[in-house]
């Protein structure tokens, strides 16, 4: 079954710096993979989805992330981090099977 | 609004009671989820329902059922509560495979 793994459950920038959140993952066919984002109290929220179309995909509120067969990684970035940034991040993958597996989920504090 | 609506958003329960939790889609979603979101852990699948009329097992069943109404509800039952069922909950639709999840805003139970 297909898996993934995000690297630091707790991620700390500063206003205005680069958001490096990192996703590895594991599967045996093409994957689908996704990140969502989530804030207190609220359900998850789609960001951005790599469905082969195209390796660099762009989402909203100014993220995108890099599909890398060759690492197996999805790794999610912004250039500039915003106060509104602060959030709970999750990394998935899905197979056709109506199989979806989530991260352990990273936490995004963004500092003044 | 449109979306995945449940219901009720917090609940307290005595070990060995019984509820549902509802869940109800005004998207036409063919497949509906049930997680569970524990610190640490993500997102684990209870139940999912690829379609009308069908459920399956997903990661965590033990210890709760499911029934998928129509297309557009799906409901979650635990039987007899324990304390390990403390959690919140998540209902989820999706159109496809390739389809991000669209979220419900979650119930947060707690057994005591």
């Known amino acids: 079954a297909q898996s993934v793994t995000q690297l630091g459950s707790h991620v700390s920038v500063s206003e205005g710096a680069l958001v490096l959140l990192r996703c590895n993952y594991s599967?045996?066919?093409?994957?689908?993979l996704f990140w969502y984002v989530q804030y207190p109290n609220q359900g998850l929220q789609l960001l951005l989805k790599?469905?082969?179309?195209?390796?660099l995909v762009k989402g909203i509120n100014g993220f995108e992330a890099e599909f890398k067969k060759s690492e197996t990684s999805f790794h999610l970035t912004k250039p500039s981090a915003h106060m509104s940034d602060a959030a709970e991040y999750f990394c998935?993958?899905?197979?056709?099977?109506?199989?979806?597996?989530f991260g352990a989920g990273t936490r995004l504090t963004v500092k003044p | 609004n449109a979306g995945v609506t449940q219901t009720p958003k917090f609940q307290v329960l005595k070990t060995g009671q019984s509820m549902t939790l509802q869940c109800a889609q005004d998207?036409?979603?063919?497949?509906m989820y049930w997680y569970r979101q524990d610190p640490g852990m993500g997102l684990r699948l209870i139940y999912y329902?690829?379609?009308?009329?069908?459920?399956d097992k997903g990661e965590v069943p033990n210890g709760y059922n499911v029934s998928r109404l129509n297309k557009r509800e799906f409901s979650l039952r635990l039987e007899s509560a324990a304390p390990s069922q403390t959690s919140v909950y998540f209902c989820?639709?999706?159109?496809?495979?390739?389809?991000?999840?669209?979220f419900g805003s979650g119930t947060r139970l707690t057994v005591v």
């Open positions: 998935a993958v899905s197979d056709r099977n109506n199989d979806m597996r």
């Open positions: 599967s045996s066919v093409p994957p689908y």
């Open positions: 790599y469905t082969s179309a195209a390796t």
């Open positions: 998207m036409n979603h063919n497949s």
């Open positions: 329902s690829a379609s009308e009329g069908t459920t």
């Open positions: 989820a639709g999706q159109d496809g495979f390739n389809y991000g999840y669209t």
